[in-house]
């Protein structure tokens, strides 16, 4: 059975923009609960760190510049079927290629700067909210 939590970050891009707000009012309008939220900024070495699993793409160096170039929302979210329908809220990688009405293909600049992290699986959620988030932070 699919897990009921996921993890995710709104991104340097759509933190600069003003859309910190647009972005959680869509993600609770979409029935997901707030389990653990932070306003923080991730160091270079922490950003390599995250994305370590992409170390050998060619846009790695720039994804980890960008990752850490300005403050970010982590959060621990909850609904049930939580990184499938999480990632159908945030749409494709590329917001030229993401559905109409997803949060990418609203607020996402290109698909390097694409405005919110989702993560791929129960596994990885669990992974990514324990590297941001200590147990006791979490509800
Ligand atoms: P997603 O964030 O949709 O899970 P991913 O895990 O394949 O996508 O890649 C992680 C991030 O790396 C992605 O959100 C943006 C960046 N990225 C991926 N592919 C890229 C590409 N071809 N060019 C530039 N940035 C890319
Ligand atoms: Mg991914």
């Known amino acids: 059975m699919s897990g009921k939590r996921t993890f995710t970050m709104i991104k ?3 933190v600069e923009s003003g859309n910190i707000g ?5 993600i609770s309008n ?3 609960s707030i389990k653990a939220m932070k306003f923080t900024q991730l160091s270079e070495e922490r950003a390599k760190a995250f ?3 992409h170390a050998e793409r060619p846009f790695y160096g720039k994804l980890v510049d960008y990752m850490s170039s ?3 929302v982590a959060a621990i979210l909850e609904k049930d079927n939580a990184v499938e329908d999480f990632r159908t809220l945030i749409g494709s990688t590329d917001p030229a290629e993401a559905a109409e009405g997803t949060i990418r293909k609203i607020y996402a600049e290109s698909k390097g700067r694409n405005a919110v992290h989702g993560s791929d699986s129960d596994e ?4 990514e909210g324990e ?4 147990a ?4």
Do not use: S, T
């Open 131 to 134: 590297f941001h988030f200590y």
């Open 22 to 26: 647009n972005i959680l009012q869509m």
């Open 136 to 139: 006791n932070e979490v509800i």
């Open 30 to 32: 979409a029935g997901f």
């Open 51 to 53: 994305y370590a699993v």
């Open 70 to 72: 300005g403050p970010i």
């Open 12 to 14: 340097p891009d759509a």
């Open 124 to 127: 990885n959620a669990k992974i």
